[in-house]
């Protein structure tokens, strides 16, 4: 099974940009569709953004549609969200899954559909 390690969180004044990285191990990572997603304090997750698995199909979150951008690079097992103009609601623990996906090549926007989660990294925006 697959597992997955997010990094690149931190602390940044609004308008500016952040770009996360989740690092895939244990499994081929071109057999996997992933995505983004957040939980804010006193909120429920949330849905960011998807990437099928050869990176061709993508979908994101109205709230973030224009300002975020998700990327894969499968020869460095890799998913990447770039965050750009970023808004103090965008603050929130930012988790990537993945899910084993042989057939249909899509991507996945629903959190049940995902079957290996990442542990989360911080991400901060100050007013």
């Known amino acids: 099974q697959v597992q997955l390690v997010e990094s690149g969180g931190g602390l940044v004044q609004a308008g500016g940009s952040l770009r996360l990285s989740c690092a895939a191990s244990?499994?081929?990572?071109?057999?996997?569709?992933m995505g983004w997603f957040r939980q804010a304090p006193g909120k429920d997750r949330e849905f960011v953004a998807a990437?099928?698995?050869?990176?061709?199909?993508?979908e994101y979150a109205d709230p973030v549609k224009g300002r975020f951008t998700i990327s894969r690079d499968n020869d460095k097992n890799t998913m990447y969200l770039q965050m750009s103009s970023l808004k103090p609601e965008d603050t929130a623990v930012y988790h990537c899954?993945?899910?084993?996906?042989?057939?249909?090549?899509?991507?996945?926007?629903?959190?049940?559909?995902?079957?290996?989660w990442g542990q989360g990294t911080q991400v901060t925006v100050s007013s």
């Open positions: 244990g499994s081929t990572f071109s057999w996997y569709a």
């Open positions: 899954a993945a899910r084993r996906d042989l057939s249909s090549g899509s991507y996945y926007v629903r959190q049940y559909e995902y079957a290996y």
């Open positions: 990437i099928s698995r050869s990176g061709g199909l993508s």
